[in-house]
């Protein structure tokens, strides 16, 4: 008689699916409030879980984090351009990164690989080797990554469905635990 073995559980920073659901709808829901909830949230996700927080996690928070400051009218112009900045150079580093092979290949292959708009790789050169481009550039870019990063992340970790209740808390769970393992392997 062959016993069935259960699944190994991956460990998550996160209490369970409804916790993972409502951090994600509060960061894209744009009431600023609800999205510094959110990011209050993530940040104790990456205190519990360091630097195996999911790419797509963290650059999702640095955006959001960037729209609230936006939103908050404390920061001129130019520290708005700075802030956005960092935060589209970082996701576009950290998402080709993972593409790079032993042969440097160029950041526009890499992006047109991962469905990323060329203009987003051209504003990162822009912002890491010109002139700074203009706030409303940066503000564009960062809404077009968000939306990248809803469609190509947080709905698939989701099954597309942000209204999904189950009654069963434990399969949710290892479901969420599961879609935690895609995020690093479906970016490759």
């Known amino acids: 008689a062959r016993k069935r073995l259960k699944p190994l559980r991956t460990v998550v920073a996160w209490r369970g699916r409804a916790e993972w659901d409502q951090v994600m709808v509060g960061l894209y829901c744009g009431d600023s409030r609800l999205q510094q909830e959110a990011l209050d949230r993530v940040s104790a996700w990456k205190s519990r879980y360091g630097p195996k927080m999911p790419l797509a996690v963290d650059c999702t928070a640095e955006l959001i984090r960037c729209k609230v400051l936006d939103s908050s009218g404390r920061l001129k112009s130019h520290e708005l351009i700075l802030s956005y900045g960092l935060a589209l150079v970082r996701f576009v580093n950290l998402i ?38 203009r706030l409303a550039l940066c503000r564009k870019g960062c809404d077009v990554v968000l939306d990248w990063l809803r469609k190509t992340y947080w709905s698939r970790q989701l099954g597309n469905n942000l209204c999904e209740e189950s009654g069963d808390e434990d399969e949710e769970q290892e479901g969420v635990e599961a879609d935690a393992e895609l995020d690093n392997d479906a970016w490759e």
């Open 96 to 133: 080709t990164e993972r593409k790079q092979k032993m042969v440097s290949i160029p950041l526009r292959q890499l992006a047109r690989e991962v469905d990323i708009p060329i203009w987003v790789v051209d504003l990162r050169h822009e912002l890491t080797h010109g002139k700074l481009p």
